[in-house]
């Protein structure tokens, strides 16, 4: 049984996520901002965890992050605002990484998307364009810090049904994956030693998801 904390947890992966672990036997934390979906996120299986980690700075987060054996970061401020974007998905994220190296919390899996970093490609007047410059912050950071990381890299997400197979790598690139099946793929990540120090971009495809990631 791992101790588990998802930051973002009543995001649709979250949700799902928050469901396999438990129901594999991993104890789940699960933090989110609006107190209003306690019972929604209890119903996963999860330990509700209201906090807002915009407001919440290195120390506090550290302090949540305790305890851990890994923290999955799914959280996003859903774009259209520019600053609270840089706010959550590049500055709240940076934050929690720092945490988790000084919690001790070695495992970091982070939910980014195909295509993400500082060759992005997106232009300025691009609405996309503050995301994509925000995950690449985040990302390059998780990189460069002592964790046992790793970065998924969904395409389009659909609200389809987890088929349990994906394609991995450039090829895939033109595809969509499911948010169900981008939970599996979480979850068989921290499972999965193989998956640590390396970056998984992927959408549905016709392989096992285990399979798939193994490296």
Same mark, same amino acid.
């Given at each position: ?58 120390? =506090?987060?550290?302090?949540? *992050?305790?305890?851990? #054996? ?5 959280? +996003?401020? !859903? /774009?259209?605002?520019? @600053? ?52 690449? =912050?985040?990302?390059?950071? *998780?990189?460069?810090? #002592? ?5 998924? +890299?969904? !395409? /389009?997400?659909?609200? @389809? ?18 948010r169900e099946d981008v939970a599996l793929v979480a979850a068989a990540c921290l499972a999965d030693d193989s998956t640590v120090g390396r970056t998984i971009e992927f ?13």
């Amino acid at each position: 049984m791992a101790r588990i904390l998802i930051i973002g947890g009543h995001g649709k992966v979250a949700m799902h996520l928050s469901r396999i672990l438990t129901e594999r036997g991993d104890e789940v934390t699960s933090v989110f901002r609006n107190p209003d979906h306690s019972e929604e996120v209890h119903m996963t299986g999860a330990r509700p965890l209201v906090a807002d980690i915009e407001q919440l700075d290195t120390d =506090a987060l550290a302090q949540l *992050l305790a305890g851990h #054996d890994a923290v999955v970061f799914s959280a +996003g401020a !859903g /774009g259209g605002n520019p @600053e609270r974007t840089y706010a959550v998905d590049r500055d709240a994220a940076i934050r929690v990484i720092d945490a988790a190296g000084q919690a001790q919390v070695p495992r970091f899996v982070m939910v980014s998307y195909f295509g993400a970093g500082p060759d992005h490609g997106v232009p300025k007047e691009n609405s996309f364009f503050h995301y994509a410059e925000a995950k690449a =912050a985040a990302d390059t950071h *998780l990189r460069a810090s #002592d964790l046992q990381w790793t970065i998924l +890299g969904p !395409g /389009g997400l659909t609200l @389809e049904p987890a088929t349990g197979r994906i394609a991995v790598g450039p090829d895939a690139a033109k595809g969509q994956v499911s948010r169900e099946d981008v939970a599996l793929v979480a979850a068989a990540c921290l499972a999965d030693d193989s998956t640590v120090g390396r970056t998984i971009e992927f959408n549905n495809g016709d392989v096992p998801i285990n399979e798939a990631i193994h490296g």
